[in-house]
């Protein structure tokens, strides 16, 4: 399974940025998908996940309300919708994904159960 993520760029605060991350190769339709950043000098952090078994999304606190992660009915992309952007949004994005039989506990999953990430693309928020 490959990975690539696309839409990363400048924004203003206050502005929007779409990203997509599209896959390709056996099973790509049977995975949790995630969207992580890393800041500069931080550590990678969980954004947003969709699960494959009922298509359940959950999100990081600092960006639920304005972040919207959705997939493709192929199940080949899947987006990250990012609105009323700040500068804490600043980083390098990434996609991940993992098989869906690692399990569905309804919450974001963490770094070490997936197993497969694009090689990010770069989002920077500045005035």
């Known amino acids: 399974l490959q990975l690539v993520e696309s839409g990363g760029g400048l924004a203003h605060p206050g502005g929007s940025l779409r990203l997509s991350c599209e896959a390709s190769g056996r099973f790509l339709a049977y995975t949790h998908i995630g969207w992580w950043r890393q800041a500069p000098g931080q550590e990678r952090e969980a954004v947003a996940c969709i699960y494959y078994t009922d298509q359940s999304t959950y999100y990081e606190d600092a960006v639920n309300g304005r972040f919207t992660i959705s997939r493709s009915g192929d199940k080949r992309s899947t987006y990250l919708q990012m609105n009323n952007l700040t500068t804490d949004d600043t980083g390098v994005y990434y996609c991940?994904?993992?098989?869906?039989?690692?399990?569905?506990?309804?919450?974001?999953?963490?770094?070490?159960?997936?197993?497969?990430w694009g090689q990010g693309t770069q989002v920077t928020v500045s005035s």
């Open positions: 991940a994904a993992t098989p869906h039989n690692v399990g569905a506990p309804g919450r974001l999953l963490p770094r070490s159960w997936y197993r497969y």
